[in-house]
């Protein structure tokens, strides 16, 4: 079989205006909190798309850690591959895909970076072996091998004990979103898709897209 022939019918719930909150943060809440009820393995990760100076996108999974008001935070190596490209491009797209739920949402907007103090508070909650792989992992960078990289961590370990500060090159990042777009799949791909504005008032302005496949059909 061809991986052209495979297809799935979306069966499972529908997406109306009249059954979503006019917050579209709001309207997250619920299905993720539905995601994280119904047991689906990594309700938080999602792909985190950003560009660098070179014009280049760039993709990876990450995990969400921070869902409020202000958007959507995430915590990484500032040194990293994203931080540099988020350094020269303060702006993101993010993308949540519960499959089982037949659900993806987009995210796009622009990126500041959390408070310090934030950033430590949580650091402080991250299991002990993680916070010391946070100082011991140059994320991004070439090295010698495994090993080096065991050895680095066990050096680091002997290094702070249990008390691990937080790494001036580690925080968070976060995403306010400009743009939310919920989709729900529908049979004969007639796919409900509600999308989110930013007005400048500021408040949402909600909006139904036509699904992607689907070509205008002329006025009767």
């Avoid at 943060?25 to 995601?35: I, S, Y």
């Avoid at 499959?99 to 002990?128: C, H, M, N, W």
């Avoid at 961590?153 to 702070?160: D, E, I, L, M, S």
């Avoid at 796919?191 to 496949?213: F, G, Q, S, T």
Wanted: contains cysteine; aromatic residues 10%; glycine residues 6%.
């Amino acid at each position: 079989m061809s991986i052209a022939d495979l297809r799935k019918d979306y069966k499972l719930a529908s997406l109306d205006e009249n059954d979503v909150d006019r917050d579209p943060l709001v309207q997250f809440e619920k299905w993720l909190n539905e995601a994280i009820n119904a047991a689906l393995p990594e309700p938080t990760a999602m792909t985190l798309a950003t560009i660098g100076s070179s014009g280049r996108p760039a993709a990876r999974i990450v995990l969400l850690k921070v869902a409020d008001a202000r958007g959507f935070a995430f915590f990484t190596n500032y040194d990293s591959h994203k931080g540099q490209e988020l350094a020269a491009n303060p702006w993101a797209a993010l993308v949540f895909h519960w499959v089982e739920l037949e659900r993806q949402v987009r995210i796009e907007g622009r990126v500041e970076k959390v408070a310090t103090d934030e950033s430590a508070e949580y650091f402080s909650k991250r299991p002990l072996l993680s916070r010391i792989g946070a100082w011991a992992s140059p994320q991004s960078q070439v090295i010698p091998g495994r090993q080096w990289l065991e050895q680095a961590f066990t050096a680091t370990g002997k290094r702070f004990g249990e008390t691990v500060p937080l790494p001036p090159f580690w925080g968070g990042y976060r995403v306010i979103p400009e743009t939310m777009e919920f989709w729900q799949g529908r049979q004969s791909r007639l796919h409900d898709r509600l999308c989110y504005r930013r007005d400048p008032n500021p408040a949402w302005i909600a909006e139904r897209l036509a699904p992607h496949n689907q070509r205008p059909v002329p006025a009767p």
